[in-house]
C-alpha cells in the first residue's frame, strides 16, 4: 500500500509542476525549420477539406490523440473525463495516464474508466516498461486493457523520466525481450511510446515488429524539467543538466518513418500547423498533452482549444490545396537551418531533397 501512496503522490506532483512551473524544454521541436509552400490558387473548398483517418481499427475525423496524462487520483479521474468527452466530441483519440496505479490498487481503476464519456473513440491503455521488466506480463497488460475498454495498449519507454528520479526504476536490461514477448502473448495491438526523449532510427528499428511508435521527441514537456521541480536534494542539479535532453520530434518523425506502419508525433505539437507538419514529413497522426492538460478541469475552455487547433489543420490544408490526409503527406516541405544540418549529418540528404520537389 505504501507504493500506491507514492505512486498517487507522484501522479498529483506531475500535474501540479506542469500546471503551476515551466516544464517545457528549452530545445524546440524543430518545427521553425519545417516551411510549407503558401498556395494563392488553392483549388479547393474549405468545406470539402477531409481529415479523417483509420488508424489501429477506428475511424478519427481528424489525426489527433490527446496523449497519456493522468489516472489515479480524484482530480485525474475528473481530468480524464473531461479529456474522454472532447474527445468523443471531436471523435479523435485519447490515451490514459500510466495505469501502474490501478494494478497496485485496483479501487483506483475507476478514475481511467472513460468509456462511458469516450462513445467509441479510439482509447489507448498506457503501462510503462520498466514494470515489464520488473515482473508485469501479460495478466497486467490483459487487465489495462480490459478495465477501461482500450483498443490498444501504449507502453511507455521513460529511461529518462527514471534516471533523473531519485526513486526511479532503473533496471533496463532485458526491455526489448520483454516487448516481443508481451508482443506475443496478447491479441490487441501494442504501441511503444517515448515521454518527451524521441526515438531514433537505432531503436525504432528494434521496435518495428509492433503495432506503432509514438515517438514522442523533445520540444514539448520535458520530464527532466517536471522531476527538477519534485527533487529536493542535492540530485536537483542532475535534473536541471538533463531538461533538454533527446531527439527533437522532427528529427525523430523522419528518423523513424521507415520502421513502422503507424508512426504518431507527440512532443511540443502546439497546434494545426504542428500537425500538418508532422503530417508532412511522415507522422500518421499526432498526440498532445501539456497544453491539454492546461485546460483540461474548464470543460468550455478545453472544447475551445481543441476546435481551435482541429480547425487550424483544416486552414493550414487549405492554404497547402491539400483535400485530405494523403495530399498533405505530399505537400511541397522545405527542411532548413539547424534541423537540415541535423538530418544531413545523419544520412537523411535524400528524404530532404525528395521533400522540396514534391
Ligand atoms: C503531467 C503529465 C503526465 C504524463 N504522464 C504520462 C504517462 O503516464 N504515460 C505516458 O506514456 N506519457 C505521459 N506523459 C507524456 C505525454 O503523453 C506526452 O508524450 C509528452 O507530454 C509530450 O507531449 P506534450 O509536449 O504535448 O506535452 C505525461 C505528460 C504530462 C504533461
Redesign the pocket.
Known amino acids: 500500500m505504501k507504493d500506491v501512496k507514492i505512486t498517487k503522490k507522484r ?1 498529483d506532483d ?2 501540479n ?2 500546471l503551476k512551473e515551466n ?2 524544454s528549452y530545445r524546440t ?1 524543430g518545427f521553425e525549420d519545417v516551411e510549407f509552400i503558401h498556395h494563392s490558387l488553392p483549388e479547393v473548398n474549405f468545406r470539402e477539406i477531409e481529415t479523417g483517418i483509420e488508424i489501429l481499427g477506428k475511424k478519427l475525423d481528424y489525426p489527433l490523440i490527446i ?5 489515479g487520483t480524484e482530480r485525474a479521474k475528473k481530468i480524464n473525463e473531461n479529456i474522454a468527452r472532447v474527445c468523443n466530441e471531436f471523435n479523435i483519440g485519447m ?4 495505469q501502474r496505479a490501478m494494478i497496485e490498487d485496483s479501487s483506483l481503476e475507476y478514475t481511467y474508466e472513460v468509456r462511458e464519456y469516450a462513445g467509441d473513440i479510439l482509447l489507448l491503455a ?1 503501462l ?1 516498461l520498466p514494470q515489464f521488466i520488473l515482473g508485469y506480463t501479460e495478466k497486467e497488460a490483459e487487465k489495462a486493457v480490459k478495465t477501461i475498454d482500450a483498443d490498444a495498449l ?1 507502453v ?1 519507454l ?1 529511461a529518462l523520466q527514471e534516471i533523473v528520479q531519485p526513486e526511479g526504476d532503473t533496471e533496463f536490461k532485458g526491455g526489448l525481450k520483454a516487448l516481443k514477448k508481451l508482443k506475443k502473448s496478447v491479441d490487441f495491438p501494442i504501441i511503444a ?4 526523449a524521441g526515438i531514433s532510427r537505432e531503436t525504432a528499428e528494434k521496435l518495428s515488429f509492433l503495432d506503432g511508435i ?1 515517438i ?2 523533445l ?3 520535458s ?1 527532466s524539467a ?1 522531476e527538477y521541480y519534485r527533487i529536493k536534494d542535492s540530485q536537483k542539479e542532475i535534473a536541471r543538466l538533463f531538461w533538454d535532453w533527446g531527439i527533437p520530434t522532427v528529427q525523430s518523425i523522419i528518423e523513424t518513418r521507415s520502421y513502422t506502419d503507424l508512426l504518431i508525433a ?5 497546434s494545426g500547423i504542428d500537425i500538418a507538419k508532422s503530417i508532412a514529413i511522415g507522422a500518421d497522426c499526432c ?7 492546461k485546460v483540461a478541469e474548464d470543460y468550455e475552455k478545453l472544447e475551445k482549444q481543441i476546435r481551435n487547433i482541429l480547425l487550424s489543420l483544416k486552414k493550414t490544408m487549405f492554404l497547402l490545396g491539400c483535400e485530405n490526409i494523403e495530399d498533405l503527406k505530399r505537400t511541397t516541405v522545405i527542411i532548413k537551418g539547424k534541423m537540415r544540418e541535423i538530418l544531413e549529418i545523419r544520412g537523411y540528404s535524400d528524404i530532404i531533397n525528395e521533400f522540396s520537389k514534391r
Do not use: C, M, W
Open positions: 501522479k506531475h500535474i509542476y506542469s516544464v517545457q521541436a496523449s497519456a496524462i493522468t489516472g490515451g490514459v495516464g500510466s498506457n510503462g501504449a511507455h521513460n511510446k517515448e515521454t518527451g509514438d514522442g521527441g520540444g514539448g514537456t520530464f517536471v507527440t512532443g511540443g505539437i502546439r498526440g498532445i498533452a501539456l497544453p491539454v492538460l
